[in-house]
């Protein structure tokens, strides 16, 4: 079983920075991409960034294309996620999710292992 936990959430205001990580049990961590989805109140899951499983490709939404990156260590079994300059429309519950496939995808339905997520708020 994969279990996925993130930690790095917290409170900021706009314009700051904010790091979040997702640590990874399993073996074949380095076989499927990693990705990042949030939700705020009252939406949906929307999909933020995807890396492939070598670590070679990135796709973010443009949304936060500029803003954030996502980057992986497999020695590690970890993905992280850079957030800067941070808007208050950024504020949603951030989840990390591994994929069931090596190159990624940005559709919620390609992700079989999710984390618990942490909130990120940012006031204005």
């Known amino acids: 079983q994969v279990q996925l936990v993130e930690s790095g959430g917290g409170l900021v205001q706009a314009g700051d920075s904010l790091r979040l990580s997702c640590a990874a049990s399993?073996?074949?961590?380095?076989?499927?991409?990693m990705g990042w989805f949030r939700q705020a109140p009252g939406k949906g899951r929307e999909f933020v960034a995807v890396?492939?499983?070598?670590?070679?490709?990135?796709y973010y939404t443009d949304d936060v294309n500029g803003r954030f990156t996502i980057s992986r260590e497999n020695a590690k079994n970890t993905v992280t996620l850079q957030m800067n300059s941070l808007k208050p429309e950024d504020t949603a519950v951030y989840f990390c999710?591994?994929?069931?496939?090596?190159?990624?995808?940005?559709?919620?339905?390609?992700?079989?292992?999710w984390g618990q997520g942490t909130q990120v708020t940012v006031s204005s």
């Open positions: 399993g073996r074949t961590f380095s076989s499927y991409a």
């Open positions: 890396i492939s499983g070598n670590g070679r490709s990135t």
């Open positions: 999710a591994r994929s069931r496939l090596f190159g990624g995808s940005y559709s919620a339905q390609d992700y079989g292992y």
